[in-house]
């Protein structure tokens, strides 16, 4: 949501929520209560705690108590910060490699956020991972992979396929015509494809 973010994100997350398994809270060029007031924002709006992941601020996801914590490749250890978090949040770890993961993975990570699988204006220049690591990944690790990265909805089968548990879209959601729509599209396909998995 960093991209687009503005004064209707937090309706757009109460629209958007029941279509997907979290927002991903995160505003990397903005203090700790900015945040803070987002997160708030999105909970007066209707977003309930539980389905709100926040990036990187351990102590803005523990004064929240929101439902997961995404640390960066280079964050905090996943053993300290689940030290700290209530019983039932989730802790996940961005990843670029199969060695990253499977230290997030012995490290007590319950998912990794794996990416970018394809191209991205989010890392312009950045060559994309590709779908055939993401597969590697996938049969390597024990626990979730979630796939990030320029996924348009096209992509969904292939993803799956691949192994992926799930996905992250952040541009082709926050930047459509119409978010809500994006996300009931991305929902529809991800559910059509799993049954069929």
């Known amino acids: 949501m960093e991209s687009g973010y503005h004064a209707d994100v937090p309706q757009v ?9 979290y927002v991903h809270a995160r505003l990397k060029q903005k203090g700790a209560s900015e945040l ?25 996801a523990l004064l929240t108590l929101a439902g997961a914590v995404q ?8 053993r300290d910060v ?12 961005s990843v670029h490699s199969l060695e990253e993961a ?7 990570a319950d998912y990794v956020l794996y990416g970018h699988v394809y191209v991205t204006r989010c890392k312009p220049g950045v060559v994309p991972r ?5 597969e590697r990944i996938c049969s390597l690790s024990n626990i979730p992979v979630i796939a990030l990265g320029g996924i348009q909805p096209h ?7 691949a192994g992926a548990s799930g996905i992250a879209v952040m541009s082709g959601i926050w930047e ?6 994006a996300a009931m599209e991305y929902r529809q396909l991800v559910d059509q494809v799993v049954r069929n998995l």
């Open 13 to 21: 997350a109460a629209a958007i929520y029941p279509y997907v398994h």
């Open 36 to 60: 803070l007031a987002l997160i708030r924002s999105m909970v007066e709006q209707g977003v309930p705690l539980q389905q709100i992941a926040v990036n990187d601020r351990v102590d803005v």
């Open 71 to 78: 640390l960066p490749a280079n964050g905090l250890p996943v």
């Open 82 to 93: 689940k030290s700290l978090l209530p019983k039932g949040t989730r802790c996940g770890v």
């Open 102 to 108: 499977q230290m997030a993975e012995q490290a007590g």
């Open 130 to 134: 590709g779908i055939a690591q993401l």
């Open 155 to 161: 992509h969904i089968p292939e993803l799956y396929h």
């Open 176 to 181: 459509a015509e119409s978010p809500i729509a």
